[in-house]
């Protein structure tokens, strides 16, 4: 019987050249919310782990050039709650904080969740609508990907054996980004299909995920909402793009046949949500420390409730 | 105030079968059939390494055929009838050691034929699961068990009321319609776990288990011992909802300590649950035929029970399954078929409600079909035909104590029915309590109280809670002062088991009993029994199902997003009828309790299989009702009445809530026959409407 072998570097640099002389051999342990899933399962039996929770430099919330940073070791729970985030990023913070439960939110990472590359994971769509990157930090420097290049599908990521995710770094919000999570069973359940919308220097992006095996994103197809305004008509075309276009996966959340159809469904209401930021029924700003944003036609309204604009 | 049963779970103090150790203790992992039915060919034990000891058929050789009411086990399986069915063990030093070693155990098998799915394994030709017959066995069986020869029925349940052709022939209207149940996971939190020991050729097993001695009876069957030579110790189980009831891990476990030489524990991990005990899958055919005036007139159920690779309590789960489905109505002729079947897939047995609410889904759906047909008001058409006292039900029994009516019309007031039963909907029920059955108790004086001895067991139901408050009462002392001893075959009276709703109210008249015997022994020590008689004839349904009912109703108000087919209940309304209430604090728990599980049985529980290998065995795939899927409005009533009995409420208001939401549906116009009511079928639902309009 051999025990499993425990590596704990107390800094980056040193997590850095363990990682680069241990390559594979040692799985590389964030929150331990998947990974332990498959162990428990059996379908993941390292023989070394190589835990980054002790990396103080990985668990840092900051904003650069009007870029938000955030740390690998960073937990959903805490991008979830971090001021700045919900006052710059708000549907990122949304995204963050509808995983699963707060258990699960105080121990799953931001680096964690996009090196597992699980398809049915929030985060991944959302950051990849607002057009944020990882860095990928190996022996030679560091390296950023976008994450539809840092996602290559089941599983699987361009992390090379030496490299380390260390950061994502999410550019300047436009108002008004959209995260829609439809789930078909329990409120703590993983999505059956994720929408995210978002503008960025006028261009429209919308990334669907859970729905194959990596989030799905369609510029030209993004490009039509150039040609006019995001109204009704604009959003119901968009949506029957996506669903024409995507080649769902079925699984115990719903059927491919299904799926499309909600894609259909969501990506609309995605557009509808994204096209009313701008209108005259906007409310963004701050009242007693609480953001309060209120939604055209829509019933939600993130922090405290107020009698009116 | 550990004697409470409460304070102790959150100061940690209570002890659970998983905490259980015994000095030189190993540690059993079980090797377990990839196949859902292959002949073991050779087992290859020699790898497990010198400090194990691995358990093969050769060690159980002596060992006999057990099983609560068919004698179809063997402590290890020699042909595997599902996936995950013990084939071996080992016992090693620590839990990782034994479940390295027995991955290094090889097995060849030779797989044979598998069917998954009860109605295709009663069809001709069918693999057989056991060739050679079910036996009916043991003190458990409440009913003579009726295998068909030359199949996988091992039990069939028949119930004749009248004459049903007849019947049909009267009547102006007849639906007939069929729904399926799928698998579902009892989840409790706490594993099954157990440590066995033997001494001096006499065998002690700590488990957390709700059938002590059942368990040790099943247990002296299999090693021909007296039952007197075995010793079963209970304690709080962390959760079981039937579960952890008759045999389960323990024989391997007694086996593998009796080879071992040694106490041996075992606590299986969260997959392993999903393969020991499951709740029955069925397909349940009504037929219901009324005058134009909505009285009813005949019914027939077919009932298919997919009882798994062993039949467990399947033979018992079909017969109330098969009686429940009836319904609380005066109906003067029906027929009722109900089939235990054995399929390929882990067995299934008691899940609380035991296999009512397959057939009240069924049965209280049609009686909404039959409403529309009619043109009356679905309360409406129930209260013309509910069941009243001195009322004949079909089992032949009259009728007593009847709260059915106020049950239903507290249920439709809820949700303000009357006045707009749009996107509302409503189930009433009726469920027998385990008959016969015999509950003993004793009451002993202690320096600073009472000590009572039973076999009654707690698993979070507040059985300790409950007694403690009827022995205050009786005994004129503070609850507190009281203390109930943990269950023990050696030293507790015997009781039939706590399954069934039945300990509140057979164990309080007992107690009743035994403090009245303690008044006339110079208040030092009292002996009560409670025996019910009865039970029903297999193969007429008549005789005496229950010596009282458990009588109840739920009400669901939804609304559906109709382009997703998401389905929100924005209120869930459950009635249990208590006849006198114990423990209020923890009957309101446990009505809160069975409504949540009856809503996730029907929103999104389902036990997924592909070729018999459960698709989702974790609690990610396989989800439970959190507490953001509670309803917008989450109510609940328990209604007494003035000098009523006891009556159990442990189970009754999960089995009507799929019914509720399901009928609340149908009321759109949403015609949704298969459980769970998943946001995809509600959209077939949905297409299904328009393409009629």
């Known amino acids: 019987m051999s025990a499993v072998q425990w590596l704990e570097p107390r800094s980056l640099a040193e997590a850095g050249e363990v990682r680069a002389q241990r390559g594979a051999e040692a799985t590389v342990l964030a929150g331990g919310s998947f990974l332990g899933i498959l162990m428990n399962q059996g379908f993941l039996s390292p023989t070394c782990l190589l835990s980054l929770r ?48 707060p258990r699960v939110r105080n121990q799953a ?55 380390l995710l260390t950061e994502v770094r999410v550019p300047p919000a436009e108002p008004g980004a959209v995260y829609r999570k439809f789930r078909s069973r329990s409120s703590e359940d993983r999505p059956c299909v994720a929408v995210a919308a978002a503008r960025s220097g006028g261009a429209l992006r919308v990334v669907v995920g859970a729905c194959a095996e990596m989030p799905q994103h369609y510029p030209d197809i993004c490009a039509l909402a150039a040609e006019g305004p995001l109204d009704g008509a604009m959003a119901r075309e968009i949506a029957r793009r996506y669903a024409e276009r995507l080649q769902p996966l079925t699984d115990a959340r719903g059927s491919a046949g299904y799926r499309r159809r909600i894609v259909a469904v969501e990506v ?39 009698a009116g604009p | 105030m550990s004697a409470s049963g409460l304070d102790a779970r959150v100061t940690g103090q209570l002890r659970y079968a998983v905490d259980a150790e015994r000095p030189g203790m190993l540690h059993a992992a079980f090797v377990r059939s990839p196949h859902a039915h292959a002949r073991v060919v050779s087992i290859d034990a020699t790898a497990v390494g010198a400090d194990c000891v691995a358990l093969t058929g050769e060690d159980v050789a002596d060992l006999r055929r057990y099983g609560c009411q068919v004698r179809d086990e063997h402590v290890l399986a020699a042909v ?11 016992a090693a030093p620590t839990p990782r050691a034994a479940r390295e070693a027995a991955d290094r155990v090889e097995v060849r098998y030779e797989e044979l034929p598998a069917v998954y799915d009860p109605v295709e394994a009663v069809e001709p030709g069918a693999p057989l699961l056991h060739p050679d017959g079910a036996h009916s066995a043991g003190e458990a069986v409440s009913i003579g068990v009726r295998p068909l020869a030359g199949t996988n029925a091992c039990h069939r349940f028949r119930l004749v009321h009248g004459d049903v052709a007849a019947g049909f022939g009267d009547a102006e209207v007849v639906v007939q319609r069929a729904y399926r149940t799928p698998s579902a996971a009892h989840a409790p939190m706490e594993p099954h776990a157990a440590v066995a020991e033997w001494e001096d050729e006499r065998l002690t097993i700590w488990t957390g288990t709700q059938t002590p001695f059942n368990l040790r009876a099943d247990l002296a069957v299999a090693f021909g011992l007296d039952e007197e030579r075995i010793r079963i110790v209970g304690g709080t189980m962390g959760g079981s909802f039937g579960a952890k009831t008759f045999v389960r891990q323990e024989a391997v476990l007694a086996a593998l300590a009796r080879k071992a030489g040694r106490p041996v524990k075992v606590v299986l991990d969260r997959a392993e649950e999903f393969v020991t005990l499951n709740r029955h899958p069925s397909v349940i055919r009504v037929r219901l035929g009324a005058r134009r005036d909505g009285s009813l ?46 399929t ?71 949700v303000d029915y009357e006045r707009d039963p749009r996107g509302k909907g409503l189930c009433v029920l009726l469920k027998g309590m385990q008959t016969p059955s015999r509950a003993a108790i004793s009451v002993q004086r202690a320096p600073v109280g009472y000590v009572i001895h039973t076999a009654a067991t707690e698993m979070g139901q507040g059985m300790r809670r409950s007694l403690q408050l009827l022995g205050a009462e009786l005994l004129g002392c503070e609850p507190g002062q009281i203390e109930i001893a943990a269950p023990d075959t050696d030293t507790s009276p015997y009781d039939t088991r706590t399954t069934s709703s039945r300990t509140t109210h057979m164990m309080g008249r007992a107690l009743e009993e035994a403090v009245r015997d303690l008044r006339t022994n110079s208040n030092e020590r009292g002996y009560g029994e409670i025996r019910n008689e009865g039970g029903l004839d297999p193969d007429s349904g008549q005789g005496i199902a229950s010596t009282h009912w458990h009588q109840g109703a739920a009400a669901a108000r939804v609304t559906v997003d109709e382009e997703t087919g998401k389905l929100t209940v924005d209120h869930l309304h459950g009635v249990a009828y208590a006849g006198r209430i114990v423990n209020p604090e923890g009957a309101a728990l446990q009505n809160e309790g069975a409504l949540l599980m009856g809503l996730g049985t029907t929103l999104f529980e389902a036990i997924e299989f592909a070729d018999g290998q459960v698709a989702n065995a974790n609690l ?18 328990i209604i007494e009445r003035e000098g009523a009995d006891v009556h159990g409420l442990g189970e009754t208001v999960l089995p009507p809530v799929p019914a509720a939401i399901g009928n609340a549906l149908f009321s759109l116009g949403l015609d949704v026959a298969e459980l769970p009511i998943s946001a995809e079928r509600v959209l077939a639902a949905v297409d299904a409407r328009r393409e009629r309009s």
């Open chain 1, 109 to 163: 990472t931001v680096g964690g969740v996009l090196a597992d590359a699980d398809y049915a994971s929030d985060p991944p769509a959302m950051l990849g609508a607002l057009g944020a990157r990882a860095v990928l930090r190996g022996p030679t420097g560091e390296r950023e990907v976008a994450i539809d290049e840092l996602i290559l599908g089941f599983y699987q990521t361009c992390i090379a054996d030496d490299e």
């Open chain 2, 344 to 414: 390929n897939l882990p067995p299934n047995g008691a899940y609380r409600g035991y296999g009512a609410m397959q057939s009240i889904w069924a049965s209280e759906r049609t009686m909404d079909v039959l409403a529309a047909e009619v043109d009356l008001s679905p309360l409406e058409l129930r209260r013309r035909n509910l069941l009243r006292d001195g009322d004949r039900f079909a089992t032949g029994e009259v009728m007593h104590d009847v709260q059915f009516e106020r049950c239903l019309q507290a249920a439709a007031d809820a």
């Open chain 2, 620 to 637: 990610s795939d396989y989800n439970l009702p959190a507490t953001g899927d509670l309803p917008t409005r989450f109510t609940h009533e």
């Open chain 2, 297 to 342: 007139v005949a019914k027939e159920l077919d009932c298919w029970v997919d009882t798994g690779a062993y039949a467990d309590c399947g033979p018992g789960v079909a017969t109330k399954l098969g009686y429940a489905g009836v319904g609380p109505y005066r109906i003067p002729h029906v027929r009722v078929d109900a089939l235990a079947i054995y």
């Open chain 2, 80 to 90: 595997a009838r599902h996936v995950g069915d013990v084939v071996a063990a080992v």
């Open chain 1, 268 to 306: 609309r209401r995605a557009l509808e949500e994204l096209g009313g930021v701008g209108g005259e029924t906007l409310v963004r700003g701050r009242q007693g420390g609480t953001l309060v944003r209120g939604r055209r036609g829509g019933t939600l309204v993130r922090g405290r409730r107020r």
């Open chain 1, 54 to 101: 002790a990396v103080g430099e990985l668990r840092g919330i900051t904003v650069r050039d009007g870029e938000l940073c955030l740390g690998a070791m960073v937990t959903h729970r805490q991008v979830e709650r971090d001021e700045t985030v919900r006052r710059d990023w708000p549907a990122l913070a949304r995204a963050f904080g509808i995983v699963a439960s």
